[in-house]
């Protein structure tokens, strides 16, 4: 109970999750983008979360959020995103599985 008041508070994370509604992956990306919230949106494109998945524009979004705000990444995180779309732009979609925001892969 106490997560799902927290997670409504960030119109993003709601958006992103569909707390009392059903996701809206549009908003969601365009809220994190504008609130620089960037593991968010390379998992965005990665997963093909409100878009096409484009594992090279999430590659784009990572390498650029790595030299510009890299304390947006808790540990470890450059390094998972970095194997996920290594992964994905190296064989078929079948190598290119949905990442989960909560779940180690």
């Not at 524009?57 to 995180?77: C, I, M, N």
Request: hydrophobic residues 35%; aromatic residues 10%; contains cysteine.
């Amino acid at each position: 109970m106490l997560a799902h008041c927290f997670l409504a508070q960030s119109r993003c994370l709601s958006n992103y999750f569909g707390i009392d509604a059903a996701p809206k992956y549009s908003e969601a990306l365009t809220c994190f983008e504008s609130n620089r919230r960037w593991p968010f949106v390379v998992l965005m494109y990665l997963n093909g979360e409100g878009m096409r998945r484009d594992p090279k524009k999430a590659a784009s979004v990572l390498r650029t959020a790595e030299k510009t705000d890299p304390d947006e990444f808790g540990p470890h995180q450059i390094e998972i995103l970095q194997k996920a779309i290594e992964r994905c732009e190296a064989g078929p979609r079948a190598y290119c599985p949905k990442l989960d925001y909560c779940k180690r892969p």
